[in-house]
């Protein structure tokens, strides 16, 4: 029996967007793959009263279990509720790799699903794609492509080398596929080391005129980043203190993440930032108390960590807070 997102209290994206378009912020898109994780996305974007885009992975459905996530995606907007706060809110699968795995998050409550056939060859990643759009429609799912490939890897997600979107290849790609939105690559990748760079090196920036062409191309459609962690240092340099070993990590600065949100990027996907907090806190944590073994105790502290960590993205980086009001 399918579930349509509505029943769980879910939003797609396509009002999110249109707004972020206009008022010139991105909507947060934070992966999570537990309970503590959800928490502190709904506490942080309830506080500061932003929407958030709820991302799940291909290999995070399976870690937490189809159905189990349905009913955290559904306690999350219940939670949300309870709190006093009707932020809008969606559940997006990020990197969905086959029309199947589309379909099955589709009829598990999902509200927003990315089919990546950026691997594939032009014309099969057109093919795949407006397959899926024209299911998940029908549903009132909307669904994000990609042209280009983002380098690094995270989860099942891999790619050896980086490929720059081609801005002549969007404005074919979007009206032969039907999408919602069109994830593009201009020099951000996934994981913690989304740069190789020496002490003292500079990360370099991002291809600015990769995106201005795109926009150029396809006006007044909405442009997904993905890969876009910092790589918050102070989190790399706590792991690394309390045992950890995570060398030259760097990831996209936050001040180049504010000038995309700015423009007709309406989407920003944070993961590693999320994941490194989470494991800086606890490493922290049980170094300093090692006779604990309550999870309570080192995820308690990690949870309200990573809650500040998604406001402040909220308020300083993506500009959304105050959005969902």
Known sequence: MAVSFKDLGLVNTREM?????????AVPAFNFN???QLQAIIMACVEVKSPVILQISKGARQYANQTM???????AV???REMGSKIPIALHLDHGDSYDLCVSCIE???SSVMIDGSHLPYDENVALTKKVVEYAHRYDVTVEGELGVLAGIEDNVSAESSHYTRPEEVQDFVSKTGVDSLAISIGTSHGAYKFKIKPGEQV???RFDILEECERRIPGFPIVLHGASSVLPEYVEMINRYGGKIENAAGVPEEQLRRAAKSAV????IDSDGRLVLTAVIRKYLAEHPSEFDPRKYLGPAREELKNMYANKCKNVLGSAGKAE
């Open 17 to 25: 967007f249109e707004k972020a378009m206009k008022e010139g912020y």
């Open 34 to 36: 537990n309970m503590e």
């Open 69 to 75: 996530l349905r009913y955290m995606a559904q306690g």
């Open 78 to 80: 219940e939670m949300a």
């Open 108 to 110: 598990n409550g999902f």
């Open 204 to 206: 370099p920036p991002l």
């Open 266 to 269: 309406c989407k920003i996907n």
